[in-house]
């Protein structure tokens, strides 16, 4: 599976962005799939993991309420809808793939996308 990234961009605090993961492969369904972001200077954390059958979630707790992860098996898309954005919300995003069903770690994920940038401005 091969992962490409788009959907990044700059806005306004409050505003709203959806980030698109498109894969490439026949067995995209079959993985764990994330979101993670990284800030200058910080380590990448987790956003947001939705399961093969897209029925698992789980969210970071700095974007609980704000952030939904979905995936579409038929469109081989994985997507992060983020509300209510916050000039902290400001980071590279990536997407993330990987064949243990539950995955939550950093180090569980060993297939990735190349990252897009979201700016929150104040």
């Known amino acids: 599976v091969q992962l490409q990234a788009s959907g990044g961009g700059l806005v306004q605090a409050g505003g709203s962005l959806r980030l698109s993961c498109a894969a490439s492969g026949r067995t995209f369904s079959n993985y764990m799939m994330a979101w993670f972001r990284q800030a200058p200077g910080k380590p990448r954390t987790i956003v947001g993991t939705?399961?093969?059958?897209?029925?698992?979630?789980t969210d970071a707790d700095s974007v609980k309420g704000r952030f939904t992860i979905s995936r579409d098996n038929a469109k081989n898309t994985v997507s992060l809808q983020m509300n209510s954005l916050k000039p902290e919300d400001t980071a590279v995003y990536y997407c993330?793939?990987?064949?243990?069903?539950?995955?939550?770690?950093?180090?569980?994920?060993?297939?990735w996308g190349q990252g897009t940038q979201v700016t929150v401005s104040s």
């Open positions: 993330a793939a990987s064949g243990k069903n539950g995955a939550t770690r950093l180090y569980e994920y060993n297939l």
């Open positions: 939705v399961s093969p059958s897209g029925g698992r979630l």
